[in-house]
């Protein structure tokens, strides 16, 4: 059972423009958006309109309507477990636990949620104690410039004095030691002692989509204590990794604007925020992962990294930029001051200040490209570094521009630029496997390797789908399967190696042991596009012939060639390696 709360979050976080639009073509229209109505005979008029802002659709014409769920459940005729399964794959949010896990798993994780809550409560009724070490705590808080609303819209409060007293309210709350350990708000010594993990610390509570608490953060009071930062560790609730601290607060401004900030601090967050940027959102843990932008990119277009401005805080960026190019998600990167960081320069230069940082954000190509010359001084270091970064540019055109910048960087011909590219490009990834004259099979093609990434990695079957569609595949092997993967993207892959019949795309599958660069999904899509085009466009010639034989008007068909023409044009200029 998924408890009514955890359904409610999941429809908050998920775009329904973007469940919808990924079966159906939609178009805006004023504030929502229209399309035909995929329920009834709707050919003509659109009559099927989808609201972003109240997550819901609706067909004047047939009365058909609902949330993001409902239209899984009748479009794809899924039952509402898988339907549900998907919707969490999109937004981030495992249910696997409420549909796999025991009544006593579900009834722990209630249980971890409420001891957060009284955890919170604790908090910020030690904050406002008045004992000589709250009132430290506030000046602290008074001597950052965070306003009484800021101080209470982010949760800020102070983990107490004593070595145990949260754990001791929460045994008085019925809490066994085990469950309170579990929790990550207390933890256990060597010797067996138990002690609250943020004593002596301000708190910064870590909320999921809908606000629930899941984790929290530490700051030190003291400059002699040996972690200034902790974070609560994983639990049932809390995985670093799938958690951006502030996203409850950013995600109408940046879903919106279709852009969010990202800084990599508490009091960063909350400065900008305090600022009036209220897109701003930071990654926990170990930084940006490929599972944080996988979930932006549905949801904005352009992410503006804002680091600190030290060493450390750039590298994170070139690292951060280089992750989002690998993803087709535009960044901009904010060029802070050496050893400030969102927080200190806000304090410091105020807001105006900072709105010409963004003003004045450089591309992620010409970050890179800046960085790397400064890091890398050696010269085959800084072509290989910038090289990886160009290879996943979307767009001849744009990779284009950005070897003319290399060369310019770097002081050498264009000419020698783009002939190291092309050497670079055949080495970084292969798109088909080289052929061996004692193995002609393993000569795949674009749609056997493509359908081998996506039975592995089936959440980039909509990547693929906005190229082409499941007609497009010459094989109806091929077909079946990619549409199949549409259609249930949640199915492991040995689901789909048992409908295959063919004992080379086996092979294939179990070679693919890591998430694919986008670039070679796109490729391998343009290709089978182009030769789906070209198949058209040879029947097409045809019935032209046939037509001019017996004095047909084929007006109507040279028209439609001259489409397929134009679309293999905008195709071919659309990638690099072609």
Known sequence: ?????????????????????????????????????????????????????????HCFSCGAGGNALTFLKEFDKRDFIDSIRELGKIAGIDVENYLTGTQDNILLRERLKTMHLLAQEYFIKQLYSRTPLAQKVV?????RYLDKNTVKTFGLGFGGEKRDQLFQELRSQGFDPDEIILSGLCGKTDQGRIYDRFQQRITFPVQEADSTIVAFGGR??????SAKYINSPETPLFKKGNILYGWNFAKESATKNGQVILAEGYLDIIRLHQAGFYSAVAPLGTGLTEDRIAFLKHKIK????????????????????????KFGVKTRVIALPENEDPDTFLLSNGTNAFKQLLETSVSGEDFVLNTASILLPDSIAFLNSVFEYGIHLDG????????????????????????????????????????????????????????????NYP???DDAAEIITPQDFADPEHEQIFRSILLNPEKPAEHWIRQVGNSDLIQEVAKVTSIPDMRIIKNHAVQIRLKSLETQSAKLSQEIFKSEQTETNNYALIEKIKEIQSEKIALKNTFYHL
């Open 459 to 461: 959440q980039f079957a």
């Open 1 to 57: 059972m998924i408890p009514q709360d955890a359904i409610e979050q999941i429809l908050q976080t998920v775009s329904i423009v973007e469940v919808i639009g990924s079966r159906i073509q939609l178009k805006k229209s004023g504030q929502n958006y229209k399309g035909l109505c995929p329920f009834h005979n709707d050919r003509k008029n659109p009559s099927f309109s989808v609201s972003e802002e109240k997550g819901l659709y």
């Open 139 to 143: 000046s602290i808080i008074k001597q």
């Open 220 to 225: 030190a009071i003291f400059p002699h204590t």
């Open 396 to 455: 001849a055109i744009l990779i284009e521009q950005f070897l003319k910048k290399i060369a310019e960087k770097a002081a050498v011909s264009l000419a020698s630029v783009e002939l190291e590219f092309s050497r670079f490009r055949k080495n970084y990834e292969r798109f088909a496997p080289d052929p061996k004259p004692e193995s002609p099979k393993k000569n795949l093609t674009n749609a056997h390797e493509l359908i081998a990434i996506l039975i």
């Open 302 to 325: 352009e992410i503006i990294l804002c680091f600190d401005g030290d060493s450390a805080g750039q590298k994170s960026a070139y690292r951060s930029a280089g992750l989002c190019a």
